[in-house]
């Protein structure tokens, strides 16, 4: 199976700030990449898929990069609205992972 | 509006079975790939497998391999998770999502609660 590191698991930052997430995987996995956001009590949102395409109706100040084995999610000038939990998956192979997650806080 | 609407969920005992049911609605759900994610609490998300189009072949998780079935009827619109010899560490919320691009969940249930305790 397919090992997903992802880190860190928190994060503080204020409104204006940019910030990066890394998930790592234990094999090359190509582009086959997402990237989820959760707030509590609600079901996860799908952000980016084939590792840097956001999807429809997500914020350009969300972005990703990579291939391979390493991943990063970047979001600048952050927003109120952006302090969540991020979850990264790994689509290659069966079965899929997710990363452990990382919880945005505001500082 | 694609709507995805999760039933059956509640509180069972270990060794037991229950069976999920997710409701489609909004979009053709013979032409997507449908996914079950689970949540236990205050945890992340855990993957727990997949089936395709036609209903052909299903994928499953470590941890639910050979004890979970998912099904799905497409002249139905529905999706299904039969559950046997629950654990308690399948305690978690179920999420059924659509599998858009290949397998990313571009929507998603409100998600149920299954209980597994004595």
């Known amino acids: 199976d397919v090992r997903v590191t992802q880190s860190p698991a928190f994060l503080s930052a204020s409104v204006g700030d940019r910030v990066t997430i890394t998930c790592r995987t234990s094999q090359s996995i190509s582009s086959f990449f997402a990237w989820y956001q959760q707030k509590p009590g609600r079901a996860p949102k799908l952000l980016i898929y084939a590792a840097s395409t956001l999807l429809s109706g997500v914020p350009s100040r969300f972005s990703g990069s990579g291939s391979g084995t390493e991943f990063t999610l970047t979001i600048t000038n952050l927003q109120p609205d952006d302090f969540a939990t991020y979850y990264c998956q790994q689509l290659n192979s069966y079965p899929s992972t997710f990363g452990q997650g990382t919880r945005l806080e505001m500082k | 509006e694609v709507q995805l609407v999760e039933s059956g969920g509640g509180l069972v005992q270990p060794g037991g079975s229950l069976r999920l049911s997710c409701a489609a609605s909004g979009f053709t759900f013979k032409e997507y790939y449908m996914s079950w994610v689970r949540q236990a609490p205050g945890k992340g998300l855990e993957w727990v497998g997949n089936?395709?189009?036609?209903?052909?072949?299903?994928h499953y998780g470590d941890s639910v391999r050979g004890r979970f079935t998912i099904s799905r009827d497409n002249a139905k619109s529905s999706l299904h998770l039969q559950m046997n010899s629950l654990r308690v560490e399948d305690t978690a919320v179920y999420y059924c999502a659509r599998g858009n691009w290949g397998w990313n969940c571009d929507h998603w249930g409100q998600g149920i609660l299954v209980t597994v305790s004595s």
């Open positions: 089936i395709e189009k036609d209903g052909s072949d299903q």
